[in-house]
């Protein structure tokens, strides 16, 4: 009969430290936790770009990827141990050494349903910083947005109000997209475009 530790010793897994693998890092003395805290400071830098966040959300899909498979792994270890401490008590007396041994395997198990727990955690944690990244392209593209929007109204010496006037919008509304706080429709982005003389891509910084 097949030792318990020997049968179920998941080779290889450190549910500390799956990001560093993932990303093919040499150094191991760094956790999941570090990873993640280094790559979310990362996608709260304004000055990304629009590449270095595509690279961003490349890396973490391939973190992702890494934990998926090492989720996987366990589930079919908790599965396996509890279907071998079954058979124990199916197939034998239940004396103090199978006791001991269906008490080993189960708390194997708890234990990799722990790690389990830990790496839905660091799915979760992934998943929201992907949205951070996401985020911080959208508020760009405001941003962007908004001082293509000035620059255009100011070559065109139309005040906000103006221009306000003109798209049949309140001068407060109007304020919103210069403050990058709101993104225009598409009939709205049409009609500035009309109004200022220039592109859609101009005024989305899609060109220079």
């Known amino acids: 009969m097949p030792k318990t530790r020997n049968a179920f010793a998941l080779e290889g897994f450190d ?3 799956i990001l560093p693998r993932a990303f093919g890092a040499k150094s191991r003395q760094c956790t999941d936790t570090e990873i993640l805290a280094d790559y979310r400071a990362y996608a ?3 000055n990304l770009t629009d590449d270095s966040i595509d690279k961003t959300k490349y890396s973490l899909a391939v973190a992702m990827t890494a934990v998926n498979k090492y989720q996987t792994r366990l589930t079919r270890h908790v599965d396996k141990i509890m279907r071998y401490s079954l058979r124990l008590i199916e197939k034998f007396d239940i004396d103090e050494k199978i006791q001991a041994k269906v008490r080993r395997a189960r708390i194997l198990a708890a234990m990799y349903e722990n790690n389990l727990r830990l790496l839905h955690n660091l799915q979760k944690e ?3 910083l992907i949205l ?3 985020e911080t392209r959208e508020f760009k593209l405001r ?3 908004a001082q293509r929007l000035r620059q255009a109204r100011k070559k065109a010496e139309m005040t906000q109000q103006d221009l306000a006037n003109r798209i049949q919008m309140s001068q407060g509304g109007y304020t919103q997209y210069e403050l990058a706080r709101r993104d225009p429709s598409i009939p709205t982005l ?3 475009t009309r109004i ?3 592109s859609a891509d101009y005024l989305l910084g899609l060109t220079p």
């Open 44 to 46: 709260r830098n304004g």
């Open 15 to 17: 549910g500390e430290r």
């Open 190 to 192: 049409i009609k500035l």
């Open 126 to 128: 992934i998943h929201e």
């Open 132 to 134: 951070e990244l996401e």
């Open 143 to 145: 941003q962007r947005f």
């Open 196 to 198: 200022l003389n220039c």
